[in-house]
C-alpha cells in the first residue's frame, strides 16, 4: 500500500531572521475561489473609500510677500527651490522642504510680470510693469537646510525698454529669451538691444511659451484673442489663431512637444496640435471663471491651471474633465501655478500674498515607504482600476466637495449652457433642413486661422 505525505525542504518556508515575514503558501487556480470577484469588489471598494479618507492634499502655505503673487519659475537645477514674483516688485527665492525664504531680491518698481530660469540654472530673468528686464545671476546654492546658507543674488543686467512687458520665457538649451508686451522682442544674454522683433497686429502680447522640442519655435497669446506661432529662423510670424475669448496663458506638453494648451477667459483649456490649429484636439471644461495660468507636468501625461474662481485643478492631457481639485478658505483669485520638477507636488500663487504646496497626488502617503506599503498601494490601484466602471466605485471615486459659491456658480452655467443648446435644438428644427449646421465644440469657439 502507498501512502503519500507532504513534503517540503525546509529552505522553503523558514525564516533566516526572526525579523522576516513568515512565508505563506497559496494555490490560485481559480476553481478553488468561487467568491474572488465578489472579494475583489469589496476591496476596490473599500480602496476608494480609503482614498478618501486619507485625502489631505495642503501641505502649507509660504507667507512672505505683502503683495498678490503674480509669477512663478522653477530652477532645472535646483529641485527644492522656486522663484516668485509679486506685484509690489518683490522677488523671492523659497525653499520647498523648509517653506522659507532662501533670499529677496527687490527687482522691479512695478509689478513683475514674468520670470524665467536659463536651462543651466545660472540665471533668473525677470521682467515688469516699469519697462525694465533683469538678468540676475544665481552664484550659489544654497545647501540642504535654508537657515544654513544664504543664496546670493544680484543683477548683472538690466535692460530698459519703451513700454511695459507682460511676460518673459527662456529658450530651451540655448542663449535666447523672449519678453512680449507691445511686441515680441528675442534678446540675447550678451547684448543689450533685442536681436529680434516681431510685432503682428497692435495689441499687448500677453503671454511667451518657447518649445522645449524645438528650440527656434515660440507660441505667444494676445489680447486681441489671438494665439501666434513664431519661428525664430524666418524673418516673420508663422501662423495666427483667432479665438471668440481671450488665451491667457500656454504650456507646451513636454513628452509631445507638437502639442500645446491654452487656459481661456471662457473658464475652459483647449489642447492644440501646432500643425493642425483649425480645430482643438480636446477641450478641457470644469473651471467656472476665467482661467489664469496652466503648467505641465514633466510627464507629460497631465496638466495643472489655477482659475479666477480661487480654485486649482489638475487635468489629465487626453481627458475632458479634471481629475482633482484644490481649495481652502482662505486662498484667493489664483495667478499662476506650477507643477515641481519631480512631478510630486503642485505649487500656486494666489492673490492673498500667499504660495501654497499641494500633493499632486492627494492620498499619497508622505515618507519613505516600506516594500510591503508600495505592493499594498499598486494593489488597490490595480483593483479600483479593475472595478472603476461599477457604479458604486465610480460614484466614490468622482465626488469631490466643492465650496457653495463654485458649486451655485457650476449649477448656473450648466443652466446656461442648457438652455442655449436647447435654443439651438429649437432653430435648427423650424428651418430649412441644411440652412443651419452645428459646429461641434472644438471649432465653435475658433473664429478664424491665419498665415
Not at 544664504?150 to 527662456?170: F, M, R, S, T
Not at 507643477?339 to 502617503?365: C, H, M, V
Request: some cysteine.
Amino acid at each position: 500500500m502507498k501512502v503519500k505525505v507532504i513534503s517540503r525542504s525546509t529552505d522553503e518556508f523558514t525564516r533566516e531572521r526572526s525579523q522576516d515575514l513568515q512565508r505563506v503558501f497559496r494555490n490560485f487556480d481559480p476553481k478553488l475561489r468561487p467568491q474572488e470577484k465578489a472579494v475583489e469588489y469589496v476591496r476596490a471598494l473599500n480602496a476608494a473609500k480609503l482614498e478618501k479618507i486619507f485625502a489631505r492634499p495642503f501641505i502649507g502655505a509660504m507667507d512672505g510677500h505683502i503683495d498678490a503673487i503674480s509669477c512663478m519659475a522653477k530652477n532645472p537645477n535646483f529641485l527644492k527651490g522656486i522663484f516668485s514674483g509679486s506685484m509690489d516688485g518683490d522677488i523671492r527665492l523659497w525653499d520647498i522642504a523648509s517653506r522659507k525664504t532662501v533670499c529677496q531680491f527687490p527687482g522691479h518698481q512695478g509689478a513683475v510680470r514674468g520670470l524665467t530660469a536659463s536651462t543651466d540654472g545660472s540665471t533668473l530673468i525677470s521682467c515688469g510693469t516699469d519697462c525694465t528686464c533683469c538678468l540676475i545671476n544665481v552664484l550659489s546654492f544654497p545647501s540642504c537646510h535654508a537657515d544654513c546658507a544664504c543664496l546670493h543674488i544680484q543683477a548683472n543686467a538690466v535692460y530698459v525698454g519703451k513700454n511695459a512687458y507682460w511676460a518673459v520665457d527662456h529658450q530651451w538649451g540655448g542663449d535666447l529669451f523672449a519678453t512680449t508686451g507691445a511686441r515680441v522682442e528675442i534678446w540675447n544674454h550678451n547684448r543689450s538691444q533685442p536681436v529680434n522683433t516681431f510685432e503682428w497686429g497692435t495689441d499687448t502680447v500677453i503671454s511667451v511659451r518657447f518649445n522645449p522640442g524645438e528650440p527656434n519655435l515660440l507660441a505667444t497669446s494676445a489680447s486681441d484673442r489671438s494665439i501666434a506661432l513664431y519661428d525664430l529662423r524666418m524673418s516673420t510670424p508663422a501662423r495666427k489663431l483667432i479665438m471668440q475669448t481671450r488665451t491667457n496663458s500656454i504650456a507646451w506638453n513636454p513628452m509631445e512637444p507638437l502639442n500645446f494648451t491654452a487656459a481661456n477667459e471662457d473658464c475652459s483649456c483647449y489642447s492644440y496640435d501646432a500643425r493642425k490649429l483649425d480645430e482643438a484636439k480636446c477641450v478641457h471644461k470644469d473651471h467656472v471663471s476665467a482661467v489664469m495660468d496652466i503648467d505641465y507636468s514633466p510627464t507629460g501625461r497631465e496638466f495643472v491651471t489655477g482659475s479666477y474662481d480661487r480654485t486649482v485643478r489638475i487635468f489629465p492631457y487626453n481627458g475632458g474633465h479634471s481629475r482633482e481639485i484644490y481649495h481652502t478658505k482662505r486662498m484667493q483669485r489664483v495667478f499662476c501655478v506650477k507643477f515641481s520638477s519631480d512631478a510630486s507636488y503642485i505649487i500656486s500663487g494666489s492673490d492673498d500674498t500667499n504660495l501654497r504646496l499641494w500633493k499632486a497626488k492627494a492620498s499619497e502617503q508622505m515618507g519613505v515607504l516600506l516594500p510591503r506599503e508600495q505592493k499594498k498601494h499598486e494593489y488597490q490601484e490595480a483593483v479600483k482600476n479593475r472595478y472603476k466602471h461599477l457604479p458604486e466605485v465610480k460614484r466614490i471615486v468622482r465626488h469631490r466637495h466643492l465650496p457653495r459659491p463654485i458649486y451655485k456658480a457650476k449649477e448656473l452655467r450648466r443652466t446656461v449652457i442648457d438652455a442655449e443648446k436647447k435654443k439651438e435644438e429649437r432653430r435648427k428644427a423650424h428651418s430649412t433642413p441644411g440652412s443651419i449646421v452645428t459646429e461641434s465644440v472644438r471649432k465653435r469657439r475658433i473664429i478664424r486661422e491665419v498665415e
